[in-house]
């Protein structure tokens, strides 16, 4: 009985999660623009692109790479219905990571030196989020009793009273997991880097597509994450939560617009130390206090 | 849907140019003209890209060069070259080296004189390669089906 | 329980048959029908007794005793014998010191007390006989295709040792199946000191200074944690009259303090035999030897030794506060640093090395934590680890063969080189890390468990450390996954007996993926049952179906799917010209020709061995060192 929720929730986000994916990254591209004193691209860019992607021509640098990507597209998308399907965070977490596995292993498989750098790139940054990721998790379930994200509902007053350290921590990689600037390491929308495209190199046409809705995807997903912690047992919570999550993206536009890329050394370090801090004393709070 | 007209993503390539038209290809993507208005982004890779803007004359260096980026290119695909240089070879379309236009490699579909070519040559360049992409894009439609 | 008594002695005789034939038929039919028998006894036993609450044997016998005595005679003048002929001070004394201790206690202190049950069976144990009986017996039959291969790349008139290597093999079956059925600690004893002077035999094979080197390495540091066993023995005896295990545990439950002792001393056998921190090098040296042993090693038996006695001490520590914060310290500490350190190597036998010790670390830790919810996901790490690390030490083993080299960075574009093998080593490599793989769901469970038992070191660790694990093994999975250059596929001449052996892990893997849910109500739910009295494990049974059937999505993908869709291909981008696409070369500024290479990441500024190791090296001796004085303390403080 459990599993049903899951299944309408994966059906529910593998149709909205791209439709308001899609919308937030040509929001995203439209505010990028005003900062920077520009007129900016429609809103539905993003959609016209995909589009365009999909009509040309299919050809790949091998057998494999398109298969490993549907298959990141599939779990990423399966990791959002797990999440909004009231199931659990980790497991969220966990199936989102394999999606990202996939990810990485398409531009593994190319061979190709931009697609590698990049590959490895991804992977380290990962390696960042992920220790946050998971602490962030336990904190809810120290908050709330339960690794359910449909326990927020259940909740006398929202998760974020308890969790505000680590929400804070999650806010700091949360940049790494929208890959913004300053850590859009593995590859970024920017033009005229030293890795071309990075991850995406050698993927092209229908390929690329799925890549987008992928990342429109994951980015609901964690602006999703964000939502949650606003959610109480009341439904104007999630009114709370939606312009909660909003703000949370405001901001890491805002970020991306402000700062230049890192080092993959600061990356880490600064993650792994924000990990530490935040995600301890939070977790070492709600256990001990 | 004429989602190509609405898309164009654009590679540049400096073949031998004096930097000039180089200067003005980046003129039109700056803030000044944004160009992403209308859904242009610079790409810098062939893969991704649909149009690609050549500066500067062809030579014996760069011609294998223009070639495998052009073939590197999925089709649909438009060449756009910009400037004089790019369309015939220019004022060094008699040096020892150098082959001439743009065209002597590979074909091109736009032709944007100028020295050095203003940013609204190119954008009425980029404006009319997309109407050549549609076309091609249908073609391409057609071929398949037929 | 005759099939008990069959698995021990089978192999034994095995062993004595394989020493004295040198025939390669002969050898091959004897080995792989013995190994065909294990396995299915072993199957047979599991099956027979699915989700047996814990059932004692009568049997006790006043000669089994002397033999034990007799054994640990012979143990003891093996290793002298080796220590006087390398001039090795430190083995000698300390085998002297254990031979004289249990001579010791065999005749003064065990003389009158006799173990009733001297034998068991639990679901535990059932788990472990499964893993020996098929792991175990599947890498016998592996070796033969192997030491093939090794004895032609031997000098030509190498001496022939391999009657020798496969009795030992076997021997070291018939060790562990001691070990995991005795409830009788004296028996369990020599089963242990058996599989610690085997792995010295094992190591020592090739005979070279390095190998020579490390099996003395081992044995010293295996001989020390012999002695804590022997230490606990005496304590056991001295305070309780009893050398049950059942009955000691009992007790321990009941009156901690007591118990905290020979608990610590246990844990510290254990941990010596799991090759925790600081003994960790014992199973880095280890890897000197030939792939099989390393397998054997590292997956099914001796490691797996150490774990399951701390599984089995579990209850204690969740009420003994002493021995279980040194258990779980040392073990934690040991999956986060040995982790750190797997991203820096670049040969694959020390990846699988740290790896293995990172995973015991944290099956030790679990076992330490000792709440039902951490003994479950021990139990779990203990059977994927086994399953899927074999697979790899196989897989890396033939492909050493065929490749020629055991480096990382020298796999490159083995998805076409050795097309099967890299599928295997692939799906090998993603059970260890990724969900919804065996390994990730048992690291879920254990995250619950810490989070359960309000353990804020431990989630730390364990994020930090997972983290890490995700890079090394991904950037390896990122290096067999390379396509490029259409290479000649050189796997075609894999011996048979060795494919066989791959596929039987491999499905071994990939069953005890897609059946987890049932593996957890019928083999491991049972266990915890029996010994907590509720049933609890940290991971729903919806989300373990949800995993079971995300990991089947996935197997059919990378062994169905994978490379069959025919695409139009094009040329990878260079930026520049192009010499020869295929093999990423192009021409470079001066008109030459270059080729694009990448190699991975492996940070050693950041987490290479020097940096890391001695501070791993100095907390866990502290902590053991303050692990013992506290258990002494706690002793005198209670006379």
């Known amino acids: 009985m459990y599993l049903i929720p899951i299944i309408v929730g994966t059906i529910a986000f593998a149709v909205l999660a791209p439709v308001v994916g899609c919308l937030l990254a040509g929001l995203d591209r439209k505010l990028s623009a005003r900062m920077q004193g520009r007129v900016g691209p429609p809103i539905l860019q993003p959609y016209y692109d995909v589009r365009k992607l999909l009509e040309k021509d299919r050809a790949a640098v091998n057998n494999v790479e398109g298969t490993y990507i549907t298959c990141a597209l599939v779990f990423a998308i399966l990791a959002g219905g797990i999440f909004f399907g009231g199931g659990n965070l980790l497991l969220s977490v966990f199936v989102l990571t394999l999606s990202s596995l996939f990810f990485i292993l398409a531009a593994y498989c190319t061979r190709s030196p931009y697609s590698e750098v990049g590959a490895a790139r991804e992977a380290l940054q990962i390696m960042a989020e992920e220790p946050m990721s998971l602490f962030i998790a336990v904190a809810f379930f120290l908050a709330t009793g339960s690794f359910d994200s449909c326990a927020a509902f259940g909740l006398e007053i929202p998760a974020i009273g308890a969790t505000w350290i680590a929400f804070l921590g999650f806010l700091f990689i949360l940049t790494i997991k929208m890959r913004k600037s300053p850590f859009d390491l593995s590859y970024s929308h920017h033009a005229h880097q030293e890795l071309v495209k990075g991850v995406t190199t050698e993927m092209s046409g229908r390929t690329l597509a799925k890549v987008e809705v992928m990342h429109w995807c994951e980015n609901v997903l964690a602006l999703g994450w964000i939502g949650l912690f606003f959610v109480w047992g009341n439904p104007v919570s999630l009114v709370v939560a939606v312009v909660a999550a909003l703000a949370a993206f405001f901001l890491e536009i805002l970020i991306d617009n402000n700062f230049a890329r890192v080092k993959w050394q600061l990356m880490l370090k600064s993650a792994w130390a924000v990990a530490l801090v935040a995600g301890g004393i939070n977790i070492a709070v709600l256990m001990y206090l | 849907m004429a989602y190509f007209a609405k898309s164009p993503w654009v590679i540049h390539y400096d073949a031998s140019s004096c930097n000039g038209c180089d200067i003005e290809v980046l003129a039109a993507l700056c803030p000044g003209f944004d160009a992403e208005r209308f859904g242009v982004i610079n790409t810098g890779n062939p893969k991704h890209a649909d149009i690609f803007l050549v500066t500067g004359s062809v030579n014996e260096q760069n011609i294998s060069v223009v070639k495998e980026i052009y073939e590197q290119m999925l089709e649909p695909k438009v060449v756009v070259a910009c400037g004089i240089c790019a369309c015939s070879g220019g004022i060094f379309h008699d040096c020892y080296n150098v082959i001439g236009g743009v065209d002597q490699a590979i074909p091109v579909d736009v032709y944007a004189p100028g020295c050095a070519v203003r940013p609204e040559a190119i954008i009425d360049a980029v404006v009319e390669a997309v109407g050549i992409l549609e076309e091609k894009r249908a073609a391409m439609k057609n071929g398949k089906e037929a | ?639």
């Open chain 3, 1 to 639: 329980m005759a099939l008990i008594g069959f698995l021990i002695l089978f192999p034994l005789l095995v062993a004595g048959v394989l020493l004295l034939v040198g025939n390669e038929t002969a050898r091959r039919v004897i080995v792989c029908s013995s190994a065909v028998i294990i396995g299915f006894g072993s199957v047979w036993l599991v099956l027979a007794n699915l989700g047996t609450p814990w059932v004692g044997i009568e049997f006790s016998s006043g000669a089994i005793d002397i033999v034990c005595t007799l054994i640990g005679l012979v143990i003891a003048a093996v290793i002298l014998c080796f220590g006087v002929k390398y001039k090795n001070v430190l083995a000698c004394v300390l085998a002297v010191v254990q031979v004289v201790g249990s001579l010791v206690f065999d005749v003064f202190v065990a003389h009158g007390i006799e173990v009733q049950y001297g034998l068991y069976l639990d679901s535990l144990t059932l788990v472990t006989t499964f893993i020996i009986g098929v792991v175990g017996s599947g890498i016998c039959i592996y070796a033969l295709g192997y030491m093939e291969d090794f004895q032609a790349h031997e000098p030509a008139d190498a001496k022939d040792r391999r009657p020798k290597f496969f009795a030992l093999m076997f021997l070291f079956l018939s060790a562990m199946y001691v070990i995991v059925f005795s409830n009788n600690l004296l028996w369990m004893f020599t089963g242990w000191e058996i599989t610690t002077v085997c792995s010295f035999l094992l190591i020592g094979y090739t005979k070279t200074p390095e190998a020579i080197n490390n099996a003395f390495r081992q044995i010293i540091m295996n001989l020390a944690g012999g002695i804590g066993f022997l230490v606990a023995l005496f304590a056991i005896a001295l305070t309780m009259d009893t050398l049950s295990l059942v009955e000691f545990i009992a007790v321990g439950v009941m009156a901690p303090a007591l118990v905290a002792l020979p608990a610590v001393a246990l844990a510290f056998a254990g941990i010596t035999k799991a090759a925790q921190m600081p003994f960790h090098t014992w199973l880095l040296g280890a890897m000197v030897a030939p792939t099989p042993t390393s397998a054997l090693l590292h997956s099914s038996t001796m490691v797996k030794a150490g774990v399951f006695l701390l599984i089995k001490l579990s209850p204690i520590f969740l009420v003994c506060p002493v021995a279980a914060v040194m258990t779980i310290l040392v073990g934690g500490l040991t999956f986060l640093l040995c982790s750190f350190m797997a991203i820096s190597q670049t040969n694959a036998k020390r990846v699988l090395a740290y790896s293995t010790i990172a995973n015991l670390g944290l099956i030790v830790a679990c076992a330490g934590v000792g709440t039902p919810e951490a003994v479950w996901a021990a139990t779990f790490l203990v059977l994927f680890h086994a399953v899927a690390k074999s697979l790899l030490f196989l897989c890396v083993g033939t492909a050493e063969h065929h490749i020629g080299s055991r480096d990382i960075e020298d796999m490159d574009l083995m998805f076409e080189r050795m097309p099967r093998l890299a599928r295997f080593m692939m799906a090998g490599i993603m059970i260890m890390f990724v969900a919804p793989f065996g390994m990730l769901i048992a690291k879920w469970g254990t995250l619950v468990s810490f989070a359960d038992t309000g353990n804020v070191a431990l989630i730390l660790i364990l994020g930090f450390g997972s983290a890490a694990t995700f890079l090394f093994w991904a950037k390896w999975l990122g290096k067999l996954s390379g396509i490029a250059a259409h290479p000649l596929n050189v796997e075609t001449t894999v011996h048979r007996s060795e494919w066989i052996a791959l596929m039987v892990m491999a499905v071994l893997s990939m069953l005890c993926c897609v059946g987890l849910p049932v593996l957890s109500t019928f083999l491991v739910e049972p266990y915890i049952f029996d010994v907590f009295g509720v049933c609890s494990q940290g991971v729903s049974q919806a989300n373990l179906w949800v995993a079971a059937l995300l990991s089947a999505v996935v197997f059919v993908v990378l062994f169905g799917g994978l490379g069959s869709k025919q695409v139009k291909q094009v040329p990878v981008y260079l930026a520049g010209v192009s010499e020869n696409n295929a093999n990423r070369t192009f021409r470079n500024s001066l008109s030459g020709e270059t080729m694009a290479t990448s190699r991975n990441w492996y940070m050693e500024g950041v987490f290479g061995e020097p940096k890391i190791t001695p501070v791993g090296v100095w907390a866990t001796s502290i902590i053991i060192v303050v692990g013992f004085c506290a258990a002494i303390a706690t002793l005198c403080g209670l006379l």
